[in-house]
């Protein structure tokens, strides 16, 4: 990726960004409850028929809404996150024994993903401390006599994100609470795309208001916008 | 579940005279999302959202909603005066540090010693512990709405949770259509009973023992 | 301090801020070289006479400019930060044996101030692995193969951090390269002192540009400005 | 230390023509932060420095300075174009991450394998590793500028350090007022000798032994 995206202009096409993923890889999402994933990508995923791949984020969205789509679709071998309920498909699947699930306690698996995305080798922490289904697996570290469960990195072959504004830097901001785990997931991709709903020139944005610095972006691509339904709105 | 609009918004509108000015206070999904709506104007909280926004203001007018700013629920929020927006590593850090004055939530079953099982139903349901887990564990005071028996009429408000635990010993306020139960360290304290009920019939519908402190009915 | 400080009005006078410092505390405070440093509530702190103090930053500025200033008078007993360069005061008291020094490389105190700050109970690092200054007295921690230094969080009585706006609740943005440590600080006391150039009415900053969210911060105190030379400029 | 103005701007006028387009570099303090001035502006380079700035401009002009806006060396900057501020925490998460393409900076030692002293001058100056120490673990390409002797005339390019090491094996190129010299994964690689020094006089002030690439003198 490094040889074909400009360091300077990463603008490539959606079908570019697609060129990256292949079946079986580890895909890591920004978003939550589907508002901040990548519609434009996650549908090109879709239609490029990607298969057994290990997602992991927030949650397994809706049914038909964002990275819910993957799972619903069976294309989802494992998936990486703090719950699933708000979508029964991935429930039923997991049940069915089709779908392997790691969870997380929501705020330890953004610090998992944040410890991936900026280089350390783990955290210590005690949400879930004395829970069996939390502790499972897992090291215990005593720091001045306080036990912590050892928590792992996490990262991912690509990372996609869902930003407001890029420029062709791939510096990025993002659109209300769509900001999320995006910011992130951003630095936790060994190549990170981001879908954003516009593109400036490289200088438009002020240094002031980038959230994400776009040396975590390898590559920026144009939204073609949410194509599903909110689950609050009209039928 | 099973409780009719005007029992969830009385069960919301006894929660809402827990929250006093200047606290900062995570609401759930369900019955808690309403308790905002009770909370006079005049007693400024900073609402909390787990996904990344502290000062959620009064739910969008119809066809105005921003689908990007949305509650952890998913539901359409606005900003309120003094909101900021951040990632959800810092929504959590708001949490993990106790910062949180309160957390009101939903409960599948609560014990005598404020035991709170949320999150899992055995061989059925495994939704996975989400924040709930973190928000009960940290919150300053974790404040519990819900049915005060299940489906089958069961007691939810138990001598040990038969379901597994979300977090040990956190409860601190049970709230049911029936009753405002206190966790003490001394065990439950019955508050307050709602009409048309009786302590009777609620100590009746809740399988650990409660110490009545008045017959308060409201 | 929770008590007399109104949750939603956090602006009190330098008085009042000093009042909660005392002999002996702990306390934290962001910038790196003097930039950033809270110039009027160092100032207050010198005047106070406070001393025995440990001090937890990136550095101990310069002779004359910011904390520097603390060290140099003596009042600091203890200092952990990841260089004194730039203070050779710094470096003359602890060779004489009247400053104990503690450091850690500069991104691993970035990383355990903002554990400290969120709430982890420690974080795993590689920097220095093989080092023999950076790794005496941490335990080692072996992932997937990997050994990792145990780093542990840092947390203080009182936090001090400088920015440039804040609102009443305490919404704090910071001004270009003097955002530096300070968001990462400002999580980490146990009372939280923000010092700024303006305070302004609570819904005044938009919620996309708060960098700190006031949660996190218990009091806010109008600046008096630098009252230092820097470095660079002419004497 | 000791260089006069020529000499360092000679080192970093050498130093600036390792840079490519769209590379992201960190420069350290002393002569490391002259290199900036010798790039084309043709050459679109993206500067971090550790407090904090991705995309550093050039030096602001005389009274308009930004007391704030400062490199990790305390000097007045200016954003560049596309810019970002960001905490110290996320720029050392670049750091840490191996997304910077290379890091340049001074030396006290550096040994035949590309091990690296730079912090610390046992029973004299004990400053702290700063970031000196991630820069040169975790930079994809690290570039020393230094006098090639230190102040008493004795090599700075040794056999083994003899000083506390900031890294083991990190260096890849060495610039001093003499040479240039590659470390390779079998030595060091004279590969240039700046006028008026002869490849002889080079290698007697190195005590690791040089392979002498060309005779190449610029």
Known sequence: ?235 | MGLGREIREQIARRAAKEIKAGMVVNLGIGIPTLVADFVPSSVAVMFHAENGVLGTGPSPVKGQENPNLCNAGGFPITAGVGASYFDSATAFAIIRRGKLDMTIMGALQVSKSGDLANWIVPGKRVPGMGGALELAEKAKRVIILMNHTDKYGEPKIVNECSLPLTARGCVDLIITEMAVIEVTSLGLVLKEVFKPFTVEQVMALTEAQLTVESTERS
Chains 1, 3 share one sequence.
């Open chain 1, 1 to 235: 990726m490094a040889n074909t995206v400009n360091a300077l202009n990463k603008k490539i096409t959606l079908e570019q960004a697609l060129s990256y993923m292949e079946d079986g890889m580890t895909i890591m999402f920004g978003g939550f409850g589907g508002v901040g994933n990548p519609p434009s990508l996650i549908e090109g995923m879709l239609q490029k028929g990607l298969k057994n791949l290990t997602l992991i984020g927030n949650d397994a969205g809706f049914p038909h809404i964002g990275v819910g789509k993957l799972v619903s679709e069976g294309r989802v071998k494992k998936l990486i996150a703090s719950h699933i309920g708000s979508n029964p498909v991935a429930g039923k699947l997991m049940t069915e024994g089709k779908l392997e699930v790691e969870f997380s306690p929501q705020g330890t698996l953004a610090e998992r993903i944040r410890a991936g995305g900026v280089g350390l080798g783990g955290i210590l922490v005690d949400s879930g401390i004395g829970n069996p289904f939390v502790e499972k697996g897992k090291e215990k570290v005593i720091v001045n006599g306080k036990t912590f469960l050892l928590e792992t990195p996490l990262t991912a072959d690509i990372a996609i994100v869902c930003g407001h504004t890029a420029d062709h830097f791939g510096n990025l901001t993002y659109n209300t609470s769509a900001r999320n785990t995006n910011p992130l997931v951003s630095m936790a991709g060994r190549v990170t795309i981001a879908e954003v709903d516009q593109i400036v020139e490289t200088g438009a944005l002020s240094p002031e208001e980038i959230v994400t610095p776009g040396v975590f972006v390898n590559a920026v691509v144009q939204s073609e916008g949410v194509n599903w339904k909110w689950a609050w709105e009209e039928k």
